[in-house]
Nanobody, 125 residues
């Protein structure tokens, strides 16, 4: 059974930091691009960051570039999202997702086959 389980969300003040984790199982981790997405109330889901499985290249939305860092640990089948300098507009449910092998890394949700249940991040002003 494929599973992606996010953790690490919570309530933090503006300017603070959080580290989200996405623990995966049930598929060959090293074959998949892993992405982070978020959805705020009343807004469309948006791609935040993704990391390639082949060369470790990373990609970020302009809104988080320089503040968020994505990484992956093949020994633990886990992807992390370190979030620094958090802003109230970062408040959302954050999801990790695994993309079908062979697809190029992208911050568009198309092609991501497996999704986690999400973890809430709330940034207070």
């Amino acid at each position: 059974e494929v599973q992606l389980v996010e953790s690490g969300g919570g309530l933090v003040q503006a300017g603070g930091s959080l580290r989200l984790s996405c623990a995966t199982s049930g598929f060959t981790f090293d074959d998949y691009v892993i992405g982070w997405f978020r959805q705020a109330p009343g807004k469309e889901r948006e791609g935040v960051s993704c990391i390639s499985n082949s060369d470790g290249n990373t990609f970020y939305a302009n809104s988080v570039k320089g503040r968020f860092t994505i990484s992956r640990d093949s020994a633990k089948n886990t992807v992390y999202l370190r979030m620094n300098s958090l802003k109230p507009e970062d408040t959302a449910v954050y999801y990790c997702a695994a993309k079908t092998p062979g697809w190029a890394p992208s911050l568009l949700s198309f092609g991501y086959d497996y999704w986690g249940q999400g973890t809430q991040v709330t940034v207070s002003s």
